[in-house]
């Protein structure tokens, strides 16, 4: 392609308060430039290079602020080259790698350094880092911020990952002040036991997932996130954030916090927002998270709280592992590794829901564009249709339908629990900075290069 590059369509999102309209989009350098309304024809750019969507979306390019890559360390797991893209395939064109499950994690600057280096030359996306709390830590957060994280992430509850434990109440006291002014903000896994829980008598079958249920009850995260806004009171000028929450009953904790003016934002996951509890089959490992999946009434509430802004946007929360760890063979969901992998299927997951319950095409783009770039502190650049901004853009067909078959997975272990779905709305290709980086019709990445930067 030329410096300039013409991006026209009839359903152009600009805006996420607005329906999709005729727009061309004029990019140059990997930039947004100009915006035109209108529609337009090859003819009227006759010396640009031209994408013509025609009836086809043109929208921003997804913002993913919650993926574990896992690389260097276990990269076995996943790995920039790969989760990048299958990030890419979804309409993923940044994402924000979590602290862990990689060794070492990024608890310091070395080893940020050390991620930065393994990520090099290999990312089909921009990618951007979290940092890590953990106890002791805390001399390394304002060295951390510096070197360019976007913010920090801790648990309340053990991570499993013995390189990355929990924080209690004294360590996040430390963590606090020392980021306090800062340009950043604290993310939590909130999910915290008070007291451990007693065992059940007898013991329930792990294979069913309503013992693995029953094990994680939404009291973890009321209680963790009525810790987590005692806290912020004593920090109100702190951003602070809950990641995949999926306790409808914590939602009253978010929207108090939210009316008295803390600075307190949240995420749900694909997950939680798509799939149930009653209908997990027994003995299948490969749909266990933490935080888990929930009944259909909550389910409801979740997407309630989006719409009406008490929670603020929608990940992925993609969090691989190999097979032998999911334990696949003996279906023990009680020992199975928690993580669903999710890469490239988020955006139509999301569609295929949103239209059964009437939300539009322009209220996805808020959830999982305009709001994770702004939580990631990347609004400015991305995630909007916007001139100043990076020229990320999807062409997306919101009528296709596909099922997911393991073939057609792009991350490295191809384990998901929506394998033999029918999902509606799909991406046909994928532009980071003006340059194509994914095209379904040409086989998806024949031909093409991994042009991502790190962030």
């Known amino acids: 392609m030329s410096h300039r590059c013409i991006f026209a369509g009839r359903n152009v999102q600009l805006d996420h308060e607005q329906p999709a309209a005729p727009a061309a989009i004029i990019t140059e350098a990997g930039k947004i430039v100009g915006i035109r309304t209108g529609v337009f024809h090859r003819d ?7 994408v013509d969507a025609g009836d086809k979306h043109i929208i921003p390019g997804l913002v993913d602020a919650h993926v574990h890559l896992n690389e260097p360390g276990r990269t076995h797991w ?13 309409g993923v064109t940044t994402l924000v790698d979590m602290p862990l499950n990689s060794i070492p994690p990024t608890t310091t600057v070395p080893n940020l350094d050390a ?3 393994a990520a090099t030359g290999q990312c089909w996306t921009d990618v951007a880092f979290w940092g890590g709390v953990i106890p002791g ?12 994280v ?12 013995e390189e990355f434990p929990c924080v209690a109440e004294p360590d996040l006291q430390l963590a606090m002040k020392e980021l306090e002014g800062l340009p950043t903000v604290l993310c939590f896994h909130a999910e915290l036991e008070n007291a451990p829980s007693a065992p059940i008598e007898p013991p329930l079958d792990p294979t069913l997932y309503s013992t693995f249920l029953a094990s994680r009850p939404q009291q973890l995260e009321i209680d963790a996130i009525t810790l987590i806004t005692a806290l912020h009171a004593q920090y109100p000028s702190l951003r602070l954030h809950i990641v995949h929450l999926s306790a409808a009953l914590a939602l009253p904790l978010v929207r108090a ?36 999946v929930r009944d259909a009434p909550n389910r409801d509430a979740l997407w309630a709280a989006l719409r009406d802004g008490t929670i603020d946007c929608v990940v992925s929360d993609h969090s691989p592992c190999v097979a032998a760890l999911k334990q696949l063979e003996s279906g023990d969901i009680m020992q199975a590794w928690g993580g669903i992998s999710t890469l490239g299927l988020g955006l139509s997951l999301l569609w295929t829901e949103a239209r059964e319950r009437g939300v539009g095409l322009e209220k996805m783009v808020e959830w999982l564009c305009v709001r994770t770039a702004q939580h ?11 001139v100043g901004y990076d020229a990320d853009l999807v062409v997306w067909d919101p009528e296709a339908e596909f099922e997911v078959t393991r073939e057609s997975l792009n991350f490295k272990n191809k384990l998901t629990p929506y394998e033999g779905l029918t999902l509606r709305g799909r991406v046909e290709k994928t532009f980071l900075r003006g340059r194509l980086v994914y095209d379904l019709a040409a086989g998806g990445f024949e031909g093409l290069a991994p042009v991502g930067q790190l962030l």
Do not use: M
Not at 44 to 50: E, M, V
Not at 257 to 277: D, I, N, Q, R
């Open 44 to 50: 009227d750019f006759p010396d640009a290079d031209w």
């Open 78 to 90: 996943e790995g920039f080259w790969t989760g990048t893209r299958a990030a890419a395939s979804g």
């Open 115 to 117: 991620k930065r280096a």
């Open 137 to 148: 830590n805390q001399s390394h957060l304002k060295p951390l911020v510096g070197a360019g």
């Open 150 to 161: 976007k913010g920090f992430k801790c648990f309340l509850i053990e991570s499993g990952v």
């Open 257 to 292: 916090a939210k009316a008295v003016g803390l600075p307190l934002t949240a995420e749900t996951c694909f997950h939680y927002l798509t799939l149930t509890a009653a209908r997990i089959p027994h003995g299948r490992p490969e749909f266990k998270c933490c935080p888990p």
């Open 376 to 386: 990631a502190g990347l609004d400015g650049q991305k995630g909007r249709l916007r």
